[in-house]
């Protein structure tokens, strides 16, 4: 059996980062590159931060590739001030990692992840943890793709639960919804991983002092980049007893479904200005039996957690 292939699609802040760290960890996948998008920070700081995670991790055998640098409706892009409070100014909780040795690709992500959805096929594994303004274009400039990616799990939206932006929407969908529309209205199956389940999945100052207590470069540096994420939250979501694994739990999630529970919807992005951003069922689809989006509404999160715990503590015991 081949061994899957996967992408991310992330604007490289402190859950991406951990996002990083998984699917480098994950025994059971082949990390073939990544796909920059702005949103945490600008596209090429997030690209920049990407590097640095894979040379601290020693994975510097995956390339990154640049995507879009704002949304598919705009023509510029500017950080919102709770991502700058959230994830630090520089996206990685203000910890000052070494510059990377190694160089952006040149090549454009959004033809990036063509190639590969022609090279592997159903082999492939897309996890865009961001806005989805890349994989939009690479649909609009490739339709035939959406049935040739073998698995699409992405980090964003909220169905049974508020937004995290407005009370209807999540901040990945909320940096472009005609973007997300467009993915969710396409031929294109995908499961979602949104706030449902990723706000169940919490880590706490237990897990990053497991990581300081190996005394490694990447463990004492992930310690200190998810302390700082584990602060934000006191700030801003001082209910929960921890940082939320948004989106590593998409690539848990890629790699083992059985991590949630799913509801099986056809979907759409709502785009006017009252709700603007809402990942709702689509009413016109509603009767279709062939549904082509698997929300997760439910999460193992103790086993989730562990397994994150086992592939993130393994990795910076040997770095």
């Known amino acids: 059996m081949a061994t899957k292939k996967m992408i991310l699609d992330l604007d490289t802040g402190i859950d991406d980062a951990m996002a990083i760290a998984y699917a480098v960890g994950a025994p059971d996948v082949d990390l073939i590159g990544m796909i920059g998008s702005y949103g945490n920070v600008l596209v090429e700081q997030g690209g920049k931060n990407a590097l640095k995670i894979l040379e601290l991790l020693g994975a510097t055998d995956v390339p990154v ?41 040149t090549t454009s992500g959004v033809d990036f992840l063509i190639d590969a959805a022609k090279q592997y096929g159903k082999d492939l594994i897309l996890v865009p943890t ?22 699409v799990t992405f980090m964003g939206g909220a169905l049974t639960v508020e937004g ?37 999945t919490l880590l706490t100052r237990k897990e990053t002092q497991q990581w300081r207590d190996l005394n490694t470069k990447a463990g004492t540096a992930f310690a200190d980049i998810v302390d700082y994420y584990i602060d934000a939250y006191e700030v801003t979501n001082g209910q929960l007893p921890g940082c939320a694994l948004h989106d590593p739990l998409a690539v848990g999630v890629a790699l083992d479904p059985s ?54 503590t393994g990795l910076f015991e040997k770095h």
């Open 130 to 151: 961001g806005p989805m303004t890349n994989l939009a274009e690479a649909l609009e400039k490739a339709p035939e793709i959406a049935d040739e990616i073998g698995n």
């Open 259 to 312: 991590f949630v529970t799913t509801l099986d919807l056809n979907m759409k992005v709502t785009t006017d200005e009252g709700t603007r951003g809402r990942t709702i069922g689509d009413q016109a689809r509603l009767n279709d039996p062939n549904t082509n989006v698997k929300v997760g509404i439910n999460v193992d999160a103790q086993r989730y957690l562990k397994t994150f715990m086992t592939y993130l």
């Open 65 to 105: 590739y640049l995507g879009e640098s704002h949304s598919s409706t705009t023509d510029h892009f500017d950080v919102m001030p709770i991502s700058a409070q959230i994830h630090g100014k520089n996206g990685i909780g203000e910890v000052d990692l070494p510059a990377a040795k190694r160089q952006l690709e």
């Open 164 to 200: 995290n932006v407005t009370p209807y929407t999540e901040a990945n969908i909320n940096q472009d919804p005609e973007a997300a529309n467009a993915v969710l209205t396409s031929p294109l199956h995908s499961t979602m991983v949104g706030l449902d389940v990723t706000l169940r």
